[in-house]
């Protein structure tokens, strides 16, 4: 889920005409952290739902803070980036997570939300300055014209993290059962809050493991001899001053940003929501740990489709394929919407094969000859990544209110609006003086 557009070129005599492997190898291990950071969250929302006897919309809390550090923090990590460099700021953006993967301890102690949610915002701020500076940094380790191979690559190893996120959060943290709001307010006060603190410290383990390993692998960034890279022009007209609404005047960056924002929103949320779904007596009827194993699949098959993609637009041009992912996608959230049992199920879960190509996608076609004004386009797509943070909270209000498997339908319109931007909507026009 995270774009690329370097800027920046090695500074050494070689930088540009070999590829750093061993440098390469350290790096991707940080695309695999971030992917199995962020899904992680997946098995979180309903565990913490249980334990603080949230609705919907209060768990949906949770990708409201992970994602809206992306729209907080993206700025002042560029600032940093600027000043520190790409190799630290990696060091630096692996501390930070590891910070906030520490403050899950006393949030579990507590045990608070709102600790949990202030845990959640600074990892989600060190992830934040991994997405600034890694991206770029792989990109420039090696020749320019395989600079995509490269990151498709990494990303490969982002979307092996959201496969085995799953896996391990489920059997961890959702490996017991829970008691349900009814049951829990039978206790009396003591009993409740001592039935809490133990449902809570089940995620003190693999979060301080996660601390753990975040802060070894800072390390490891920091000290080891890694190629050094400087920022240099990028083409732009030091005299030429261009805005953000300069780019917002070209229609597919306009409907590239909204489409992005409606992608990642979509994403997180039928994530995000599919434990509590897959447990629903008319949906799946199993166990919440059983459920995050399907979630998997949801994860996998993205990474599955990343490969196909690539090698169908080969064959078929990219706006083409987003146009029909898109609909495909929309196909299947409604069928879940309107089934029960196993094909509302499996239905759901297939989505995340089609969900593979659209981000790089979007991003791709959202900034389509735009020359100067690239950059300025790629920091808005960036930015719409708070899609995650929104959308999640707007269908865990809808439930609520609906059903949750009715709800869905807001996720089958962000699909809709993602065909039509494929279909059409990518064109370049150009804009109106």
Not at 38 to 50: G, R, V
Not at 65 to 87: D, E, Q
Not at 134 to 153: F, I
Request: proline share 4%; charged share 10%.
């Amino acid at each position: 889920m995270t774009p690329s557009t370097p800027s920046a070129r090695s500074t050494g005599s070689s930088g540009s005409e070999r590829t750093h492997n061993g440098p390469f190898a350290v790096v991707t291990t940080v695309f695999f952290m971030w992917g199995f950071i962020t899904c992680l969250n997946d098995i979180l929302i309903p565990h913490l739902k249980a334990v603080f006897s949230l609705n919907y919309t209060q768990s949906m809390l949770i990708q409201f803070t992970f994602f809206g550090a992306y729209f907080i923090m993206s700025m002042p990590a560029a600032k940093v980036l600027t000043r520190i460099g790409y190799k630290n700021s990696i060091s630096l953006g692996l501390l930070i997570a590891g910070l906030g993967a520490l403050m899950f301890i006393p949030a579990a102690m507590v045990p608070s939300y709102g600790l949990f949610l202030l845990a959640l915002f600074v990892l989600a701020s060190g992830i934040t300055m991994l997405q600034v500076s890694a991206n770029p940094y792989v990109a420039m380790l090696g020749p320019e014209k395989t600079s995509s191979s490269r990151l498709n690559l990494a990303q490969a190893f982002n979307s092996l993290g959201t496969t085995v996120a799953p896996l391990i959060g489920g059997a961890v943290i959702l490996s017991g059962a829970v008691l349900g709001a009814e049951q829990i307010a039978q206790m009396t006060d003591a009993q409740a809050t001592a039935y809490k603190i133990e449902q809570a410290q089940s995620v003190q383990i693999p979060y301080l493991v996660l601390a753990l390993v975040l802060a070894v692998l800072s390390a490891v960034i920091f000290f080891w001899k890694l190629p050094h890279f400087k920022d240099q022009a990028s083409g732009e007209d030091e005299k030429t001053s261009y805005t953000f609404k300069d780019a917002l005047a070209h229609r597919h960056v306009l409907l590239g940003v909204v489409a992005l924002f409606l992608y990642v929103g979509a994403e997180v949320s039928i994530g995000s929501f599919m434990v509590n779904y897959l447990a629903m007596p008319n949906i799946g009827n199993m166990s919440e740990s059983s459920a995050a194993h399907l979630v998997t699949f949801y994860w996998g098959g993205a990474m599955i489709g990343r490969f196909v993609g690539s090698y169908l637009m080969r064959y078929v041009r990219a706006e083409l394929l987003l146009g029909v992912f898109g609909l495909i996608a929309a196909a299947l959230v409604g069928t879940t919407i309107m089934t029960e049992g196993h094909l509302a199920m499996y239905s759901i879960v297939a989505i995340g094969l089609f969900n593979s190509i659209m981000f790089p996608t979007i991003f791709t076609l959202g900034i389509a000859k735009l020359g100067p004004l690239t950059g300025k386009a790629s920091s808005l797509l960036i930015m719409s990544i708070v899609g995650g943070a929104l959308i999640p909270v707007l269908q865990g209000s809808l439930a609520d209110t609906i059903g949750l498997q009715v709800a869905f339908f807001l996720p089958l319109l962000c699909y809709l609006f993602i065909a039509f931007y494929g279909f059409k909507g990518s064109k370049v026009q150009t804009p109106v003086a």
